[in-house]
């Protein structure tokens, strides 16, 4: 028992680890960690894209056929962008992102005021204020696209660093309790 709890310990303790030191390298240099992700993506959409369009050519005459191959053109045609221009492709996500959180907030504040939340408990104009954080944070992110993508990275790699703490903790604590059952 105390192998298997071993074993599970140090695969904690060694993804924790990772995710501590990526979070370290993207807080520490953002804008090559923003670079790096969109031509991990676009690789991964140009493979991705290069499958779907051999599905879709082996899949005979099947129904959704041409449908497929559309798809593996535009995962193909994706990679590849990301692949020769990933500036452009990291500040076109962005943008996606900033109108994402636009419409996001948008609807959260038609739903604050349409709806009837029914009690003073948990009134409207906190679900408004929460909503024009959404607004403000998607009109920052389209105002100035390659500090949003930098400053994404810098959150991905804070995030990463906190998540590898707790998983290193984690992998300790187990380690510890495995010990004391032995």
């Known amino acids: 028992m105390f192998e298997k709890v071993?074993?599970?310990?140090f695969m904690l303790i060694a993804v924790g680890a990772v995710a501590v030191v990526f979070g370290i390298v993207?807080?520490?240099?953002?804008?090559?960690?923003?670079?790096?992700?969109v031509l991990v993506w676009g690789w991964y959409a140009l493979v991705d894209g290069i499958l779907q369009l051999a599905a879709g050519v082996r899949s005979g005459e099947s129904p959704g056929r041409w449908l497929i191959i559309g798809m593996g053109a535009l995962g193909v045609l994706a990679g590849l962008v990301a692949i020769f221009r990933p500036l452009d492709s990291a500040i076109a996500l962005t943008?996606?992102?900033g109108i994402w959180?636009?419409?996001?907030?948008?609807v959260q504040a038609a739903t604050a005021i349409t709806t009837d939340v029914?009690?003073?408990r948990n009134p409207k104009w906190l679900?408004?204020?929460g909503s024009l954080l959404?607004?403000?944070g998607g009109v920052l992110f389209m105002a100035n696209p390659g500090a949003g993508a930098v400053a994404l990275s810098g959150w991905l790699g804070i995030l990463a660093i906190l998540w590898g703490v707790f998983l290193l903790g984690g992998g300790v604590m187990l380690y510890s309790s495995g010990k004391r059952e032995r």
């Open 6 to 9: 071993k074993r599970s310990s």
């Open 26 to 37: 993207a807080v520490a240099w953002p804008a090559a960690t923003a670079l790096a992700l």
């Open 95 to 97: 943008w996606v992102l």
């Open 101 to 106: 959180l636009v419409a996001r907030g948008g």
């Open 118 to 120: 029914g009690s003073s």
């Open 127 to 129: 679900l408004i204020i």
């Open 134 to 136: 959404w607004i403000l």
